[in-house]
Each structure stands twice: as structure tokens, then as C-alpha cells.
T-cell receptor
Framework: EPEVTQTPSHQVTQMGQEVILRCVPI?????FYWYRQILGQKVEFLVS????????KSEIFDDQFSVERPDGSNFTLKIRSTKLEDSAMYFC???????????FGPGTRLTVL | DAKTTQPPSMDCAEGRAANLPCNHS???????VYWYRQIHSQGPQYIIH???NNETNEMASLIITEDRKSSTLILPHATLRDTAVYYC??????????FGSGTQLTVLP
């Protein structure tokens, strides 16, 4: 069964540094999403992306965040200047147009020191 | 998204059926009910979804009441690996999911 993959599985960074989280979507899926989950809290929607542009974004997704699909396969989330409160699990999800559900990747654990 | 209400936790004996309830009294006529689960901080996993008819797949069954204001997810023979947080979601769109706190299901040996 096709799966969404994410790299790295764990990223440790210093506050103020830039990080890029990567996702490889399922090949024929055209809608892409990022969610995050702070330890012990709910899964929160960050952003959706379709046709090379952001479709929807939440209040969390401020100017420090950006997404792109640089090479037609990877889907990336960049945090420009990390804060301590950005420490969380970040999940990528993809959805096939006309499909029934989103498929989630295993997540990247981001730790900001 | 329509608001959903789930019990915070439930226990179930291994091998028995786990019945997880969800209230969604503000659901609209064309909104689906989705169930996902999350095993220990892994990515959420899709289980099943339905509109108004009962649905069954290899993982679970979904029973939706006739007025559609509530539903029950049934895991027919729970195993220890089914221990997870189960989320009932009624999304405005399949393109954006809003996760609540869910139900922590613990399957006991």
C-alpha cells in the first residue's frame, strides 16, 4: 500500500535556526497538508496546498512558516526562525482528488533548544 | 466543522468488541462522519467514514443513527494493538480535518 513518508524522523535545532521538514506524498495525490501536534495536545491543522499554492492556512501558520513543492515530488515545510514553542510533531498528509480520506505520514519530531 | 463529543477514555477487554460513541448533533445533511486513530504519537490513521448508512471495512464498523446525530465505531475483536486515541471528525471538507481530544481506548489483556 502506498504511503506518505517524512524526513527526518527527528530534528533537533537551536532557537532562531531555520529548519526544513520534508514529505514525499503518495504519487497521484494532489492535495498536501501539514499538521502539528505539541506534546500532549491536539493535532492542529497548519496549511493545505494545491496546484502550487496555499489553499487554506490556520492562524498558527504565520510569516515564519512557508511551504513549497520544489521538485514536483517533495513537499516541504520551512520554519524560518524557530522558537521554543515550535517543538512538536509535524505530520504531512496527502489527499487524492475524488478520494475519500487524507493519508498521514509518520511525522517528524522537531525539538527546539 | 460540526462539533463532536466523545468520552475521554474507555477500556475494553482483549478479544471483546470495543464500541466507541460519538455525538454530532449539529451535523448537516451532506456532512460525513470520519473516524481516525492515533497510536502513541504516530501519524493519524484513517479507519472508516460514512454519511447515513452503516459501513463496514476490514478494520471496523460504523453505525450511524437514523437522525445522524450520533454514531458508534465498533472494533469487533479488539487486540492490544488497537490501544490508541480514536477521533470522530465531521469535517466541513475532507480537505481540512479538525481533531478534537478523542477517546483514549485501552485494550486490557
Amino acid at each position: 500500500e502506498p504511503e506518505v513518508t517524512q524526513t527526518p524522523s527527528h530534528q533537533v535545532t537551536q532557537m532562531g535556526q531555520e529548519v526544513i521538514l520534508r514529505c514525499v506524498p503518495i504519487s497521484n495525490h494532489l492535495y498536501f497538508y501539514w499538521y502539528r501536534q505539541i506534546l500532549g495536545q491536539k493535532v492542529e491543522f497548519l496549511v493545505s496546498f494545491y496546484n502550487n499554492e496555499i489553499s487554506e492556512k490556520s492562524e498558527i501558520f504565520d510569516d515564519q512558516f512557508s511551504v513549497e513543492r520544489p521538485d514536483g515530488s517533495n513537499f516541504t515545510l520551512k520554519i524560518r526562525s524557530t522558537k521554543l514553542e515550535d517543538s512538536a510533531m509535524y505530520f504531512c498528509a496527502t489527499w487524492q482528488a475524488g478520494g475519500d480520506t487524507q493519508y498521514f505520514g509518520p511525522g517528524t519530531r522537531l525539538t527546539v533548544l | 466543522d460540526a462539533k463532536t463529543t466523545q468520552p475521554p477514555s474507555m477500556d475494553c477487554a482483549e478479544g471483546r468488541a470495543a464500541n466507541l460513541p460519538c455525538n454530532h448533533s449539529t451535523i448537516s445533511g451532506n456532512e460525513y462522519v470520519y473516524w481516525y486513530r492515533q497510536i502513541h504519537s504516530q501519524g493519524p490513521q484513517y479507519i472508516i467514514h460514512g454519511l447515513k448508512n452503516n459501513e463496514t471495512n476490514e478494520m471496523a464498523s460504523l453505525i450511524i443513527t437514523e437522525d445522524r446525530k450520533s454514531s458508534t465505531l465498533i472494533l469487533p475483536h479488539a487486540t492490544l494493538r488497537d490501544t490508541a486515541v480514536y477521533y470522530c471528525i465531521v469535517p466541513r471538507s475532507a480537505r481540512q480535518l479538525t481533531f478534537g481530544s478523542g477517546t483514549q481506548l485501552t485494550v486490557l489483556p
